[in-house]
Nanobody
Framework: EVQLVQSGGGMAQDGGSLELSCAGV????????LGWFRQAPGKEREAVSC????????YYSDSVKGRFHISRHNAQNTVHLVMDSLKPEDTAVYYC?????????????????WGLGTQVTVSS
C-alpha cells in the first residue's frame, strides 16, 4: 500500500521554527519528486516547495523563499521541510506530495500521491 506518512508541525510563535517530515512507503521513492502544499481556512491549496528526484533542484514559492528549506534523504525514504521565521499567515494544513516533476508551475503539477495533512499554527 502506498503511503506518505507525515509528522512534525504543531504550534509556534511568530518568528519561530517548525519542521515537517514525510516518509514514503510502498513506492519507488527515488523515482519521484517530493514536495509540500498547504491549505489555509477558506483558501485554495497552494504549492509551498518541492525537490526533484535524486537530490536535485528545488523550488520555493515566493511566500516562503528564504525562510523554508526542503531536503530529502533517499536512503531513509524521507523528505523534510524546515520552516524558519514563521508568520501567522503560514498557518495552514500542510500536505506532503509525490509527483513526476518539480519546478515553476508546481501548483499545476499532477500529484501521484498525497499525505493526509499536518496542522501548522503560528500565533502572533
Amino acid at each position: 500500500e502506498v503511503q506518505l506518512v507525515q509528522s512534525g508541525g504543531g504550534m509556534a510563535q511568530d518568528g519561530g521554527s517548525l519542521e515537517l517530515s514525510c516518509a514514503g512507503v510502498g513506492f519507488s521513492f527515488d523515482d519521484l519528486s517530493l514536495g509540500w502544499f498547504r491549505q489555509a481556512p477558506g483558501k485554495e491549496r497552494e504549492a509551498v516547495s518541492c525537490i526533484s528526484r535524486g537530490v536535485g533542484p528545488s523550488y520555493y514559492s515566493d511566500s516562503v523563499k528564504g525562510r523554508f528549506h526542503i531536503s530529502r534523504h533517499n536512503a531513509q525514504n524521507t523528505v523534510h521541510l524546515v520552516m524558519d521565521s514563521l508568520k501567522p499567515e503560514d498557518t495552514a494544513v500542510y500536505y506532503c506530495a509525490a509527483s513526476e516533476t518539480c519546478g515553476p508551475g508546481y501548483d499545476a503539477t499532477p500529484i501521484n500521491y498525497w499525505g493526509l495533512g499536518t496542522q501548522v499554527t503560528v500565533s502572533s
